[in-house]
Every structure is written in structure tokens, then in C-alpha cells.
């Protein structure tokens, strides 16, 4: 009997021992595994990392785009009149030569339409200033090659050099841009 006793602890105690390796066992195979998954994890992680930054990325340039976008739109609308109003300024001098004919005698046909063009030529100025279109005054002042464009040279020992001494077209200016250059005669 004893010797029963001893086989069923000697059974017994290798049955906990190959528990115990087998648990062991498991253990490892999962150390293992976790050890294999590990990297895969690591790649996981930075890839998850990767495409977050490309969509940050990607936000911030589509928020980029559309400040442009809306920068853009702003101005063409700021400035979308800007042509009609050039094709305004040629009509204004034409009127200003009739308008500063010579004409003594007030009382002739010539007086008549002389008065009719002052008033064509003061509604087109003033709509030109509705619109924000101001001349620029170049006469006696230092000359500018980003608004004044010089056409001829000219000696007066009176003025400064580099003085604007007469004008010959009219420049203007449409809200903050320039829409046509003056053409001066500039003081040598």
C-alpha cells in the first residue's frame, strides 16, 4: 500500500510538473508571440502615425487653399470694375481738350455745346469718384516713376530737377491701384 501511496504522490508530483511546464510553455509560446506581434505593433503604430500627420497635413492645406481662394475672390470683386473705368478715362480727355478750347464769345453756337460738354464731362468725374477713382496731382510735385511716366525733359532753372513740370495725359488711381500712369514732362 504504500508502495501505492508512493506511485500515486511520485503520479501526482509528476503530474504537477508537467503542469508547471506545460504552463510554462504556454507562457513562453505567448512571450513569443507577443514578442513576434511586438514589431508589428511598433510598424502599426508608426503607420497610424504617419497617416494621422498626412490628414493634419492635409487639412491644413485644404484650409490653406481656400484662404487663397477666398483672398483671391475678394480681390477681383474689389477691382472687377476696373476696365469700364479705364475705358472712361480716353472719353474724360476728350472732354477736358473741348472743354478748354479757346471761346471768347459765350453768346455763339460753339458756347452752347462747350457748356453742354462741362456738364457731360463733370457727370462722368463724378462717377468716376463714386467708384473711387481719383486723379493723381503730379504738377510741381518730385517725379515718381511708379505713377508718372516721363515723356519729355525739360530746363527750368526755377524748379527742383526731377520736378514734374507739365502734364500731358492725366493718371489715375482706382481705390489702392494704379489704373493709368501720368505722362509728364520733368524738370532736368
Known sequence: MENKNEKH?????????????????????KEECSQEEHPED???A?????????????QA????????????????I???????LKGFLPILDNFERAINMDDNNME???????EGFKLMYNQIKDLLAKFEVKEIDA????????????VVMGKDETKEPGT?????????????????????KVNE
Open 9 to 29: 504522490k511520485h503520479n501526482k508530483k509528476e503530474n504537477s510538473e508537467v503542469k508547471d511546464n506545460n504552463i510554462n510553455k504556454e507562457e513562453e509560446i
Open 42 to 44: 511598433e510598424l502599426l
Open 46 to 58: 508608426k503607420r497610424i502615425k504617419e497617416l494621422e500627420n498626412n490628414l493634419l497635413r492635409s
Open 61 to 76: 492645406e485644404l484650409i490653406n487653399y481656400k484662404k487663397r481662394k477666398d483672398e483671391e475672390t475678394d480681390r477681383i
Open 78 to 84: 474689389k477691382y472687377a470694375n476696373e476696365d469700364i
Open 108 to 114: 455763339d453756337e460753339v458756347s452752347k455745346f462747350l
Open 139 to 150: 504738377l510741381g510735385k518730385p517725379f515718381d516713376p511708379s505713377i508718372h511716366q516721363a
Open 164 to 184: 514734374v513740370l507739365e502734364i500731358f495725359q492725366k493718371g489715375y488711381m482706382y481705390k489702392d491701384r494704379l489704373l493709368r500712369v501720368a505722362m509728364v
